[in-house]
T-cell receptor
Framework: EAGVVQSPRYKIIEKKQPVAFWCNPI?????LYWYRQNLGQGPELLIR????????DSQLPKDRFSAERLKGVDSTLKIQPAELGDSAVYLC?????????????FGSGTRLTVV | AQSVTQLGSHVSVSEGALVLLRCNYS??????LFWYVQYPNQGLQLLLK??????LVKGINGFEAEFKKSETSFHLTKPSAHMSDAAEYFC????????????FGDGTTLTVKP
């Protein structure tokens, strides 16, 4: 079974440019998460989806970040325009559901460098 | 609000020695607790989880953790360290009322010396 697939693995862009990250979760996992991991820190939740509905986006900087999960499967996270402080690893994870203490399965992440 | 504190950002042990990584949590309701491992340039992998069943939880690669409500702790242990255990370890908590959101600690980097 394929795990959570993310692309690209690495991205270097100049500030003020747009960037997009893509995630394909494990088949059958209804819940999808985007986390941001800064250097030396733990992951922080940006947005959580239940199927195609964003049920928790309270930590998403909506002035420049957007996300979508069409048809409740793949998801895309976009930043426009990017700032230097957006340099981080962006992790996608999925789980069977939001309850019962389901653990997450993470992708390998996209390392974003904004110069 | 839920939170996690991992005591010690770096832990170094000799191969064959006991591994002890500390995690304390804060939660207003009975929590779910998790340990994840992250190898360089990879995503996080679930090691084990506590979901209100047995307080001593066994995970992969010989790791285990004990939930102690009175101490609000969920420390990770392994009796004998192996070189392949060198990685970063994250403790995470989620609450029953918002079980879909896990809050992570800042991680502990484990170094294993030959």
């Amino acid at each position: 079974e394929a795990g959570v697939v993310q692309s690209p693995r690495y991205k270097i862009i100049e500030k003020k440019q747009p960037v997009a990250f893509w995630c394909n979760p494990i088949s059958g996992h209804n819940t999808l998460y985007w986390y941001r991991q800064n250097l030396g820190q733990g992951p922080e939740l940006l947005i959580r989806y239940e199927n195609e509905e964003a049920v928790d986006d309270s930590q998403l900087p909506k002035d420049r970040f957007s996300a979508e999960r069409l048809k409740g499967v793949d998801s895309t996270l976009k930043i426009q325009p990017a700032e230097l402080g957006d340099s981080a690893v962006y992790l996608c994870a999925s789980s069977l559901g939001a309850g019962e203490g389901y653990g997450y399965t993470f992708g390998s992440g996209t390392r974003l460098t904004v110069v | 609000a839920q939170s996690v504190t991992q005591l010690g950002s770096h832990v170094s042990v000799s191969e064959g020695a006991l591994v002890l990584l500390r995690c304390n949590y804060s939660s207003s309701v009975p929590p779910y607790l998790f340990w994840y491992v992250q190898y360089p340039n990879q995503g996080l992998q679930l090691l084990l989880k506590y979901t209100s069943a047995a307080t001593l939880v066994k995970g992969i690669n010989g790791f285990e953790a004990e939930f102690k409500k009175s101490e609000t702790s969920f420390h990770l242990t392994k009796p004998s360290a192996h070189m392949s255990d060198a990685a970063e370890y994250f403790c995470a908590v989620s609450e029953g009322t918002n079980a879909g959101k896990s809050t992570f600690g800042d991680g502990t980097t484990l170094t294993v010396k030959p």
